[in-house]
């Protein structure tokens, strides 16, 4: 299956023949606290900087290293590659290499990765998901409401030795597909649409001070060098994988020229946020967002690079039975109040619509996706307010049907 | 779904009526370490009683308190109904009710267990699995080598404490099936005959003076006052299942009067032990010893009690290319030297073999199955030793296509 998947790594002037069929394994060696709450309790962190300033190192240390042993393994390669798919997107933090106290490293676990990878054949895209300082101020961006890294330029120096020792340790390994070097960079423009520091409170608000988005030509002159620091260590085959920062029309004139080989361009779209640029939240609704908007953003893009779509899922507001208000979560205060409890045919019938209508566009206007995600601990049963999160975990879209690609849906379908 | 498992709730008269298709939750509430030997990390602790003992407390309760949030949670029960399951048994320490220090109690996450189970329409078995000073020696009795409950009288009256708290509390649940006094007591004779202590040596001589198999009549009488304290609390249409002590027909005489409803008789029968019996390692020797050993036994049983096999898998030692000597792990020492390398094809044919093979048996001679275990984190890629130790993972058959329900076995055999 290896050689299958090997056969459509193609040269820069085909990018239809790439089409990656993934799924991200988030929340693994990056911790989101709403997809596993359990990881914080006794807290009041929100985000991986402050966990291990509010627990006792051994504590912190045994939690770590029980949920990196427990969350994925061995059969989790085995369960996706039975799936259908054949890539993984792994979101690595800054401090993998263990040089950033009081982090602990985690270098073993994408060793072991790779080698699961390999056996059951499936592709690793690396995705440096944090930066010191964070690029985003998202919780996911490990540091809520702050956004200095790029202000840096130490630290920015930091992240490209990052990418370099990533490349030089698997840049030539049979599992990798690519390396990202930095996931979700937030534009200045996007950084004040989203009102960061409102949805993301910083803790300390001298380390906030002066927090703002990225600037495109900061981004530009980083990914350059970033480019660079990679493809001298990692094969030529392999792809050098760009966020689009949100702008995904901001990269026409950028790397296009042959200098630049096997570079993708990343978009992440989520129905949550077509709900807040005015969305109808209905299938229809849903349906024209997605051809009228997302489809010819894509295939223009993929005229100047292969585009996947990095991350998306199958959550939506008409599934969740409430205005979600782009996905404000039970950790934001936001219950799901007044939510209609959809029966299992709705729900069946409003994801397995969503599900097929964004795969489309991802693949057969762009070059594929990863979902996110595989895993999440997400309760919809015990826990009030969750109801519907559930479509952001492939593991229960597969098993409800949702998924095309889905054995149970395959079998459904057959009958 | 509920309806239709509810349908097959059988009266005495009819035990063919039941057939349950399960698997066990192992490793979750009650720990072994072969399943996840990160857990014991730092510590020579081999079983669940050491491990708290070698450990600060505050680490030993991060390690578990992780560990029960992320290693079964919601989306397992969903994925178990999507494999065509119907139930789960739930192997539960006799600490559950948090009152026998340093351990720490899980009804909390059993609680979230049926609320999981009645959501997705399966039925728990609460199988307690342990007793203080062990009913067996066995590491999964939670104190190797020490075989002294029976004899400690303050201890058998706790035991039925406990059971008698897990009736009241869930003996009533819609998603209840029933509940196992204890897991595998050992009779005198296997205490003997499998040679317990040098097999799971005891740490502490002390602790272990004295230990020997349960006898017959302690059972019994063990088993009546379990089952009073039990049926006082617990819903008539639910089952009391009793462990065979490893000696199937000693029962033929035991609860057969009117006064004794709806007990199942529970048997563990693994094809290592065969081997060590002398089975032939081959698909026919194999399927010989099913048939000429276990279908005799388990149908004669049948016309006394409804028979289940509520522990199997699909292991032996001609999948895992070499003699496994009754399933000596890497644990003990045993690193599975000279092993043929099977290639994807031979192992698939193999544990198809032995799918298909025993669970005719326990389906159409005995009243069902629950294979262990649903999961397992054993690396058969990363650590030496452990090829084909992921024929005890359910999540893996499936993924496989070896489990004759798996939705993808199902989707080849379609094409």
Known sequence: MDEEFGSTIPTMAKYDAININGVNLGNWLVLEKWMNPALFDGTTAEDEYWLPRQLPADVYEARMKT???EYINERDFAIIKSWGLDSVRIPVPY?????????IGCTSELDKAFNWAERYGLKILIDLHTAPGSQNGFDNGGLSGVCTWSQ???EVDFVLSVLERLAERYGNR???LGIQPINEPISERMWDLMDIQKRYPPVDAEMAKGSKGNSLEFLREFYTSAYNVIRKHMADDKFVVIHDAFEL????????????????????QYLMMAEMEGCEQTIEGYRNFVENKWKPMISEMQNYFPVITGEWCLFNSLGCGVDTKGGQSVLNGQMGDGAVNRNDEERCEIFCAAADMQLEVWNECGSGQFFWSYKLLTDTVNTPGWLGWDSWDLGRCVAFGWYPTSPVKQLIKNY
Chains 1, 2 share one sequence.
């Open 95 to 103: 401090f993998i290499f263990g040089d950033r106290e009081p982090f």
């Open 174 to 176: 049979e599992g990798l």
């Open 152 to 154: 840096q330029p130490e």
């Open 249 to 268: 029309d901001a990269w026409k004139d950028f790397m296009q020229s042959d200098e630049y080989f096997n570079v993708i361009l990343d978009t992440h």
């Open 67 to 69: 949920h990196r042993s």
